[in-house]
Nanobody, 120 residues
Framework: VQLQASGGGLVQAGGSLRLSCAAS????????MAWFRQAPGKEREFVAA????????DYADSVKGRFTISRDNAKNTVYLQMSSLKPEDTAVYYC??????????????WGQGTLVTVSS
């Protein structure tokens, strides 16, 4: 599975962005999908995950109520809708695919990352 993340950019605090993760090489309908992020000087951290059937989503406490993960298996794409963004959300965001939802970076497949910068 090849994953291509896009949609990052510069946004003011309180704004919104939608990240996309397009998969190729294999359909993602049987995979759990996740988003992680890594800020400068910090470890990669879990953001959100969604199982293959779209139910039972999981979120990091820091983004609950502000971020929404969704998937369109027909388009082989996963999304991360981010709202009420804060400067501490600034990071490179990575999408990942694996056989089940986990909140650690143990996924089999990773995209290249897209940078999100939130200005105060």
């Amino acid at each position: 599975v090849q994953l291509q993340a896009s949609g990052g950019g510069l946004v003011q605090a309180g704004g919104s962005l939608r990240l996309s993760c397009a998969a190729s090489g294999r359909i993602i309908s049987n995979y759990a999908m996740a988003w992680f992020r890594q800020a400068p000087g910090k470890e990669r951290e879990f953001v959100a995950a969604i199982p293959w059937n779209g139910s039972g989503r999981d979120y990091a406490d820091s983004v609950k109520g502000r971020f929404t993960i969704s998937r369109d298996n027909a388009k082989n794409t996963v999304y991360l809708q981010m709202s009420s963004l804060k400067p501490e959300d600034t990071a490179v965001y990575y999408c990942a695919a694996g056989t089940r939802i986990i909140t650690t970076p143990g996924y089999a497949y990773w995209g290249q990352g897209t940078l999100v910068t939130v200005s105060s």
